[in-house]
């Protein structure tokens, strides 16, 4: 499969992405109201530290994948999907002070991490606070369908996240562990956004599944399209602490494609990085990667991985979700395109 990405400087693709999200301004808008009123219920001590991760920068891609897996049109989002849009943005957030903390990030959408700004020890325990918090909403509604879900997903996540950290500064790593890892601590809160999204939104059982796997594999490119990023991203774009996974030994796929690239004596250098017994060489490894075509070969796995997205929702191209499902598809195309271009890439 050859990679044809949308060239960035053809700017539908981003285009399209903010049309989308322009649709959605009164449903993030209605999120942002209930998130901030959540903040009542957080003790007067850690209002604050919960205040400053539940902020308004971020992406908000889970959220939109509840919208728009159960979107009805331009019309007032259903307090449902509101509601369980702020399970799943927490249960996001949990994980995103806890994954800052184990890879000493310092900067965290353009500032500093949480971990930074209260030490770890507190950091690790307000990720805990927001989890625990994310599952008390679940629990609000009249069955128990959603909290039986998301605290399953939770799991898994946690699941992903303990696995890749047993694993860190360690190359006894296969591609199936890595998938099998990020399948867990990305994919499934990807999945599980589309899978209430269509259900809450009153689609049929047949799309609830077939967004459930949109949800997974775009989830999977996503995963690698960050871990692409690690290495060709500039940090004043993507907004956080970048160069982390090879200091911190975690092996993705970036990095396995240049071990399975590399002759036997360097790739022995890289291992000892990975190890810990070398200081990483960023740029060295870095300009291997440019000269081993390591990007293609990732890039390759991220639009194989949109292709399966795209496949799954084929059947049901007349519902109003889809072609805004789609187009996020054609969103990450394009990130992955600007990537391309950084220098030297």
Not at 18 to 33: N, Q, Y
Not at 221 to 231: G, K, T
Not at 321 to 330: A, H
Request: glycine residues 6%; negative net charge; aromatic residues 6%.
């Amino acid at each position: 499969m050859s990679v044809t990405p949308t060239q960035p400087s053809d700017r539908s693709s981003a285009q399209d992405f903010t049309a989308v999200f322009a649709r959605l301004k009164p449903h993030m808008g209605a999120l942002d109201i209930f998130l901030r009123k959540q903040l009542a219920s957080f003790e007067p001590e850690i209002r604050d530290m919960a205040d400053y991760c539940i902020d308004t920068s971020g992406k908000r891609i889970r959220p939109a994948l509840v919208f728009l897996s159960g979107w009805q049109g331009d019309v007032d989002p259903l307090p449902d999907l509101v509601r369980v849009a702020a399970v799943v943005e927490l249960v996001h957030l949990a994980t995103l002070v806890h994954d800052d903390i184990m890879d000493e990030a310092d900067i965290r959408r353009s500032r500093q991490t949480a971990s930074r700004q209260y030490g770890p020890e507190a950091a690790v325990l307000l990720g805990d606070a927001l989890f625990a918090h994310a599952l008390h909403l679940a629990a609000q509604f009249p069955t128990t369908e959603v909290c039986l879900a998301v605290s399953d997903s939770t799991r898994k996540v946690c699941a992903g996240e303990i696995v890749q950290t047993l694993r860190r500064g360690t190359t006894n790593i296969t591609r199936e562990d890595y998938f099998r890892v990020i399948d867990l601590k990305t994919a499934e809160l990807f999945r599980i956004s589309c899978f209430l999204g269509s259900r809450l939104g009153g689609f049929s059982p047949a799309f609830v599944e077939d967004a459930s796997r949109f949800g997974r594999h775009l989830g999977i490119a996503y995963q690698i399209y960050d871990d692409l990023a690690d290495f060709f991203g500039k940090e004043k774009a993507i907004g956080k602490t970048l160069g982390t996974d090879l200091i911190s030994g975690k092996v993705t796929l970036p990095l396995l494609a240049l071990m399975d690239r590399l002759p036997a004596e360097e790739r022995a250098g890289l291992v000892e990085e990975i190890l810990g017994r070398r200081a990483p060489d960023m740029s060295k490894r870095l300009g291997q990667m440019h000269e081993t075509g390591v990007f293609a070969a990732v890039a390759e796995e991220v639009q194989a991985e949109l292709a399966q997205a795209e496949s799954a929702l084929a059947a049901h191209a007349g519902l109003a979700p889809v072609p805004l499902l789609m187009r996020l598809c054609d969103t990450l195309r394009y990130q992955v395109a600007a990537l391309r271009t950084a220098p030297g890439v």
